[in-house]
């Protein structure tokens, strides 16, 4: 089928269960991802060693051999092995390999207290620090059962929507790079700086802010907040139209996307696939849409999803939800109320310093909060954010103290990593390499 | 077409009578406590029960409780995408021989999520297609997330102590 004669990608306005009952919108069903269960498997680096080793023994071997793709390599994304056999340019199976960039996050959050802990994890998926903090954020706030003032919520959602196009611009970037479209990593990068600078003026720090704390925001808006990001919004839009104007149409881009690296809805929902990579196969899960969080509802937004699950679907998916992203921090922007930045619970948050002089509460909480830090009570929450790479949830263990007991980030890189040796099987390594890119994993946050 | 918990954990509980050790709601979301053998069962009817349809295993992941019996902890979270609801299921598994059964066949998602709960707790996972470590190497001696396992195993140096530390090295003593 060309490209002409694919269908468009379509826009779901909201995903209810009464969209479901018309004919756009069909979740799969168990069946068939049970189906498609059975017929899956993940090998590990072992397996396709030992796989391997017994075929060259028995004589049956055809060629094939096992080579390294990684840990360094240009076109891994990061510090990813990749253990292929290959015969000739074919990839008969791989296994990946991880954990090069495990520095043991999930167990330092352990030892320090839950304000103290938000600095670790702006570096799981860094390229979308405000994200991570925020889905932290929202998990402690659950465990508490704090209230978030509005001019903090539509904040949050504003920022969570800059850092998709963040992190969106350096897969656009990253990709195309590894496809060989070098202009357009640099025109993406040059959009990034816009975005690093204004992260730098709200928080101090251009990647790791830190910004999205348990209670609300670290500090209050500046003065050139509305401008900066007004100019910045205005602007991307043609920008993203250059993007298209290099990618969409290109033959180039259409040969080595178009067909390649194929998974279907019920392949992506066995293996846990979530995101643009399964919205790419139909599937219309948004988990701003079906749980909603920092009022999301509110907003007014479309769920796009595409037909065929391939490389070149995932990449228009995305490019549509870049425009998504302008359009709800435009929104944000917009309705941006006046009010505090933070929850006025001051068990959780900290009195203002003036208040301190003539207050003993004010100084006791401000005291307590410093040497201490709050106490949530006992019980566990799992809370989930729309990350640009999938549903990031992140679980929070409390055990009455000030310290959480345990905190796991539900990486969805790490579980999307899990359906690259089913997409390359019996393909080339060539589309190895366009497959991987489309499906934007994240190293720091696959291995924590 | 909206699932509440209170019917899903009739359901569960009709069919699944005995395998319910216990339930708890916290800040609106349902955990049910398992027998560890009756995982699998639990999973797969939370999958393919036609009112129910948790087709999302999002989540899977370790915790210990240390000075609690069962020590250890494996909680599973279920998504059903039709009705936009989620459920906790939490099984237990002792300090002395850690064992679950695996669900990786049934849902290959779980392959990956169960090696790290192996390699960072030591949990054995019956069943499981190849239980190789992840993220520590290979031949990473103990289980690194243990709450008996030290977050650092060498001091940090600083100019300070920078003298004193290299002094204990190995290489020192030449």
């Given at each position: ?103 043991g996050i999930e167990k330092t959050m352990e030892a320090k207290n839950y304000q103290k802990a938000v600095v670790l994890t702006d570096r799981t998926d860094y390229l979308g620090p405000m994200i991570n903090n925020l889905v932290y954020a929202l998990a402690v706030e659950q465990l508490l059962d704090c209230q978030i003032p509005p001019r903090a919520q539509v904040a949050r959602v504003l920022f969570s929507e800059l850092t998709r196009i963040n992190s969106y611009l350096v897969w656009l970037g990253t990709h195309a790079l590894d496809l060989a479209a070098m202009s357009v990593f640099l025109y993406a990068f040059r959009e ?257 | ?174």
């Amino acid at each position: 089928m060309s490209v002409a004669q694919r269908p468009a990608p379509q826009l779901h306005a909201g995903v209810s269960a009464t969209d479901v009952a018309t004919a756009n919108i069909r979740y799969p069903s168990s069946a068939e991802v049970v189906a498609a269960a059975r017929q899956i498997t993940v090998p590990s680096p072992r397996q396709v060693i030992e796989a391997n080793a017994r075929r060259a023994q028995s004589g049956t071997l055809d060629e094939s051999m096992v080579l390294n793709m990684g840990p360094q390599h240009p076109s891994t994304h990061g510090v990813l092995r990749l253990v292929v056999e290959l015969a000739g340019e074919t990839v008969v199976q791989l296994a990946p390999d991880v954990g090069f960039l495990h520095t043991g996050i999930e167990k330092t959050m352990e030892a320090k207290n839950y304000q103290k802990a938000v600095v670790l994890t702006d570096r799981t998926d860094y390229l979308g620090p405000m994200i991570n903090n925020l889905v932290y954020a929202l998990a402690v706030e659950q465990l508490l059962d704090c209230q978030i003032p509005p001019r903090a919520q539509v904040a949050r959602v504003l920022f969570s929507e800059l850092t998709r196009i963040n992190s969106y611009l350096v897969w656009l970037g990253t990709h195309a790079l590894d496809l060989a479209a070098m202009s357009v990593f640099l025109y993406a990068f040059r959009e990034r700086e816009m975005l690093l600078d204004i992260f730098e003026l709200t928080s101090g720090a251009r990647m790791m802010t830190s910004y999205i704390r348990p209670g609300g925001l670290a500090y209050d808006l500046p003065v050139e907040f509305k401008p900066t990001v007004q100019h910045f919004l205005s602007l991307m839009p043609s920008r993203i139209d250059e993007y298209e104007a290099l990618l969409t149409e290109n033959p180039i881009w259409k040969e080595r996307t178009v067909g390649v690296g194929i998974l279907n809805a019920a392949d992506a929902l066995a293996l846990g696939v979530t995101g643009a990579n399964l919205r790419a196969a139909g599937v219309p899960y948004d988990v701003r849409k079906a749980f909603p969080y920092s009022g999301y509802e509110n907003y007014d937004f479309q769920v796009i999803t595409a037909q065929n699950g391939d490389v070149y679907d995932r990449y228009l998916v995305r490019i549509a939800e870049m425009r998504e992203a302008v359009n709800i921090a435009q929104q944000a922007l917009d309705n941006l109320p006046d009010g505090p930045y933070a929850t006025s619970d001051r068990k959780i948050w900290p009195p203002p310093k003036e208040e301190i002089t003539h207050s003993m509460e004010s100084l006791i909480h401000h005291f307590k909060l410093w040497t201490e830090g709050f106490k949530p009570p006992v019980g566990d929450a799992y809370v989930t954010v729309e990350s640009g790479r999938g549903e990031l949830g992140c679980y929070v263990v409390s055990d009455g103290s000030n310290k959480p007991w345990r905190c796991h980030f539900r990486a969805p890189s790490f579980i999307t990593l899990q359906a690259v040796p089913h997409m390359s099987k019996g393909n080339l390594i060539a589309d190895l390499v366009a497959s991987l890119a489309s499906l934007d994993p994240v190293l720091g946050e696959v291995d924590r | 077409m909206a699932l509440e918990n209170a019917a899903v954990l009739e359901r569960v509980q009709a069919r699944f009578g005995q395998a319910v050790l216990g339930t708890g709601e916290f800040r609106g979301t349902l955990a049910l406590q398992l027998r560890p053998d009756t995982l699998p069962d639990v999973a797969a009817f939370l999958r393919e029960d036609p009112e129910l349809q948790y087709i999302l295993l999002a989540n899977v992941c370790g915790v210990d409780y240390l000075g609690r019996e069962p020590r250890f902890e494996v909680v599973y979270h279920f998504t059903s995408l039709m009705h936009n609801h989620r459920i906790a299921l939490k099984v237990g598994a002792d300090e002395d021989d850690p064992r679950v059964p695996s669900i990786a066949r049934e849902f290959p998602t779980a392959t990956f999520q169960e090696r790290e709960v192996y390699d960072m707790f030591g949990i054995i996972f019956d069943g499981h297609p190849d239980l190789q470590r992840i993220l520590m190497p290979e031949d990473w001696d103990g289980f690194p997330q243990r709450k008996t396992e030290p977050l650092v195993y060498e001091e940090v140096a600083f100019t300070f102590n920078h003298d004193e530390i290299d002094a204990q090295k190995p290489y020192a003593k030449e």
